[in-house]
């Protein structure tokens, strides 16, 4: 009788499973040298001589060791999240259309992941520099789908503000700063995310500054009293398109809140600075300032707010 392929035990499946072990090995060892030849500081100069003699040589060696790099995400991960790694697999971008593809697909199976790590985030941010119009649009989608979780975590922040400055498409920078504004309230109030707040407030748009402070009405006072939020508040401060706003919810605030504020360390540069912004052409809102603030100046001469107090006895 017959022996079975399909018994576990039977000759020709045990011979199957020892070449997948040996071809597994083999694959293993091929990965452990490409990582030393990704990461390692010695490889630098056989890194470019690979690079050189494929254009020369063996157009087909790169797409080969880039199909490597990229048969396991892990793999690919442990590269570009390395200094080094993550500036040689760079070079590689935009050598070739097959080596473009495989580095386009690897990037989009990890793309949260690369997008928020310090160096392999520099991997993606080039590729959009780098590639096709279409797939530049495909990886601007995913940057406003993962924008959130970019934005909130120390390095992901960087890399959201740098594909906003280096976006050339008009279409997908409107969409980018429309996220911004229309998340301004929960990234203010974030360590890492109001640096994406802040960012865009620098760019000089007035359709993006005034629409980030009316998103922000409401809560700039209480941001105010933070660190990083204050700082967000005077940036809107010094931007014609969103000081009034400002302003206007100060002069709105109840008069306990203002004395804390002013009174705080932190929150009285920022009523400090409402002041001198309007003094200048703004000295209407200017006027209703100083007369809500004078009958509590003598609560500020001995605080934080001091510098207030002395500003408005000239008033």
Known sequence: MAMSHNNPFSMPTLFDALERIRLSEETSARLIKLHNLMTSEECESQFRDIISNSKADDPEALPKLVSLLTSDSDHFMKIVRNEHG????????????????????????????????????????????VFDTMEKFIMYNHVLYHGLDMARTQYGCIALNEVITDVGDPCY?????????????CLSNDPSGNFVVQHVL??????????????????????????????????LLEAEESRDVVVVELLECEEDKLVRLARNEIGNFVVLKALKV??????????????????????????????????????
């Open 86 to 129: 993550s500036k040689r697999v760079q070079k590689l971008l935009g050598i070739s259309d097959d080596v473009d593809a495989l580095l386009y697909a690897a990037i989009l199976r990890r793309f949260l992941d690369i997008m928020t790590d310090k160096y392999a985030s520099h991997v993606a941010i080039r590729a959009m520099l």
């Open 173 to 185: 920078r409107k969409l980018l700063l429309d996220f911004v504004a229309c998340n301004a309230v």
């Open 202 to 235: 620098t760019l000089n748009d007035s359709v993006c500054t005034y629409n980030v402070a009316v998103g922000l009405f409401g809560h700039c006072v209480d941001l105010s009293f933070k660190k990083y939020g204050s700082y967000v508040v005077e940036k």
């Open 278 to 315: 309007t003094r200048g052409d703004r000295f209407d809102l200017f006027g209703d300032l100083v007369h809500k603030l004078k009958p509590i100046r003598d609560l500020l001469v001995r605080s934080h707010g001091s510098k207030i107090a002395n500003f408005l006895e000239a008033y």
